[in-house]
């Protein structure tokens, strides 16, 4: 069926002569998409009965209707397509697809309701095929959009007029901020926070107007900002079980709009951090060891196109074993990365401890912590003399470079002191219930570290972050996770002058978070296609292992028993698992942590076996923990294959199957 048809057919509506379809009007359009081998191969006949494309699949899908659209030349205009929540991600976005017939370039004015100021983004990009990515749109509202065409001199040629309905955002996605002070004057720019336990990624404009959401779940660490448009987003319920907190295997990169560009598998999984290397374009992520007992102590360096992890580094190979006392010993939490020294400096939890490091050499340069913290150590030389009174910092997080100069070996940076000592216990610390953020100026050739700026703040005993404004006239605290409540609220935003620390502003949020920055949506590169014939999901999870023989013959029948689901609660008392789903190339069972010890799919011929038994939790706290664990498919034989568990002292027949197969020969009959 061509594209029109499909939109004829479709449920919809005209509004100031635009006609307006949905997300699920544009799902179902996008499935008739047909993508290429190396982004699509296989196709999945089972009786499990959650069964998803990937969100690479879904979004190139939709961005191929889009192109077809434009192809078909149908919308003018004067009569345009306007897509709701087109990738059904991103809540408060729509996109206005058209065609004219000179080339022009496409503004938009949002008009302000509720205190807040008109909201004007402008693409100066000339063309006749129009994607506008509207953006910026408020929740619960009859958005009142004017949109002008522009010739190249910015002269008015054409304008309309169009009205965007946005839902209410009620439960998890509430979100709950009130605004007292000034925050600024720039209508365009929006503070955004995002992860937490009890919140959402969402930003909000000057006088606290939700502007932005993304419907799913992150994880509680958020998304991260790559700085071109684009960010990380790290799944919260697809884990890889381990010796500490269970960490995400699958991450994606993904714009505003709610785009997915790719998708990245990779077994250490990911947690806290993620930055680009501004020189390749690569990332850098917070990761862990997964061949020792080791947690929440690596950062790897990932080529974003493959996936392909180029080199990491290992802090537990950077410091004697004084204090690697425990499994998550370090507990990096941010870096920065110096493009021109191939360097990061990083933030160490656990050992209240800043460093830099060289990736290049596989060397740690030098330390900024007490001084006593180090006295007993093989790292005493490297830290960093105090040049004057410092305040010390403990448990901090969010460390990020202000300025620096590599040739003089200079550097400003600025961190979150939480403020806190019970992870590491030390006796110097003041017990003092304030956090703060910290400025701290290096000097690498003399070997000093000095206290520039210390504003103390809101006790936040985790999480957090702190940042100057561009124009260097203010200073941010993020205090994502407050001790205890404050006005019925779980975290506060401080807004300082730079130079009297008074404060002028005051955000107050019901939900906790775990960082905050302001955004400014990119128009121009949210109005390009992403479409490509590229892989889009790339890296690869551990595998299954395969095994010749009977699956009844192999294992002791004794000990094989049928499963019976039970979808309560109570069965995670029981020690089963309740669900079952299949998400692109990935069989995930949903679970508590390390309950399932084994996964085995088998025919007459073999069987695959995926063992989560090589590590153990011994944390109260996270074995606690429910989520997704992953077995992929890509790598296993076409074939029909049963599933089956092993949880504790026996194995489980689950009764479920999987029958896999090539898309291009087409479904296979059960």
Not at 329 to 336: G, M, Q, V, Y
Request: hydrophobic share 35%; glycine share 6%.
């Amino acid at each position: 069926m061509k594209i029109k048809s499909q939109i004829s057919n479709a449920i919809k509506k005209k509004l100031f002569n635009t006609l307006i379809i949905n997300e699920e009007v544009f799902s179902q359009m996008a499935e008739k998409e047909i993508l290429s081998d190396k982004q699509e191969k296989y196709g999945y006949d089972t009786n499990i009965d959650n069964i998803q494309q990937s969100m690479a699949v879904q979004t190139y899908k939709k961005e191929l209707v889009i192109e077809h659209i434009l192809d078909d030349k149908t919308y003018s205009f004067k009569n345009a397509l306007l897509i709701l929540n087109p990738y059904k991600i991103s809540l408060l976005t729509a996109v206005l697809i058209f065609n004219t017939d000179m080339k022009c370039m496409v503004k938009y004015k949002i008009k302000g309701i509720r205190g807040s100021k008109d909201y004007i983004m402008c693409d100066d990009t000339y063309t006749t095929r129009h994607r506008v990515p509207i953006t910026g749109l408020y929740e619960n509202a009859y958005n009142i959009v004017q949109i002008y065409l522009l010739d190249e001199n910015q002269k008015v040629l054409d304008s309309n007029k169009i009205m965007i309905h946005t839902p209410e955002l009620k439960g998890k996605l509430e979100t709950g901020v009130e605004v007292t002070g000034y925050i600024g004057d720039d209508s365009n720019k929006f503070m955004l926070v995002t992860g937490g336990y009890s919140g959402s990624t969402y930003a909000f404009d000057n006088n606290g107007n939700v502007r932005f959401i993304l419907g799913r779940p992150s994880h509680p660490y958020g998304i991260h900002e790559l700085g071109n448009g684009r960010f990380l987003y790290a799944e919260k319920y697809m884990r890889q079980p381990n010796y500490g907190n269970a960490h995400s295997v699958v991450m994606h990169e993904m714009d505003y709009m709610g785009r997915v560009h790719r998708t990245f598998l990779h077994p250490n999984g990911y947690h806290h951090w993620a930055v680009r290397e501004k020189n390749s374009g690569n990332y850098l992520i917070a990761s862990s060891s997964i061949t020792d007992s080791f947690a929440e102590n690596m950062i790897i360096e990932m080529n974003p196109k493959t996936g392909n992890v180029i080199r990491g580094i290992n802090v537990n190979d950077l410091f004697d074993d004084t204090y690697v006392t425990r499994s998550d010993w370090a507990h990096i939490n941010s870096f920065d990365y110096i493009p021109e020294e191939d360097c990061v400096i990083v933030s160490m939890r656990n050992i209240h401890t800043l460093a830099k490091i060289s990736l290049r050499n596989n060397e740690l340069i030098w330390l900024i912590a007490n001084p006593k913290f180090y006295t007993k150590t093989e790292q005493k030389d490297k830290v960093l003399k105090p040049a004057g009174h410092i305040d010390w910092f403990f448990q901090q997080h969010a460390v990020s470079l202000l300025e620096y100069d590599s040739e003089a070996k200079k550097y400003k940076v600025i961190l979150f002191d939480n403020h806190t000592a019970n992870r590491r216990p030390v006796k110097y610390f003041d017990k003092v219930e304030r956090s703060n953020v910290l400025i701290l100026n290096i000097d690498e050739k003399n070997g000093t570290v000095s206290q520039e700026k210390r504003v103390p703040t809101s006790l936040s005993i985790t999480r957090s972050n702190a940042m100057v404004t561009d124009d260097g006239k203010y200073i941010y605290a993020m205090c994502g996770n407050l001790k205890e409540d404050i006005d019925g609220c779980r975290a506060k935003i401080y807004k300082y002058d730079y130079d009297s620390g008074e404060c002028v502003t005051e955000i107050s949020c019901k939900k906790d978070f775990f960082s905050g920055r302001e955004i400014q949506f990119d128009i121009k590169e949210l109005s390009k296609t992403i479409c490509g014939n590229g892989a889009i999901v790339v890296g690869n999870l551990k595998t299954p292992i395969y095994k010749d023989g009977s699956f009844d013959k192999f294992y002791n029948s004794a000990d094989i028993r049928e499963y019976k689901e039970n979808t309560t609660e109570e069965c995670f008392e029981n020690g089963l698992p309740v669900m079952l789903r299949i998400v692109g190339d990935i069989l995930q069972i949903y679970s508590r942590d390390h309950l399932i010890k084994k996964v085995y799919l088998y025919d007459e011929k073999g069987i695959y076996v995926h063992d989560f038994s090589d590590t153990e939790q011994k944390s109260q706290i996270f074995i606690k923990h429910k989520y997704y664990i992953n077995v992929p498919l890509a790598q296993i034989k076409n074939g029909r294959y049963n599933i089956a568990v092993n949880i504790g002292d026996n194995i489980y027949k689950t009764g479920y199957w999987i029958k896999k197969h090539s898309i291009n020969s087409g479904t296979m009959n059960n």
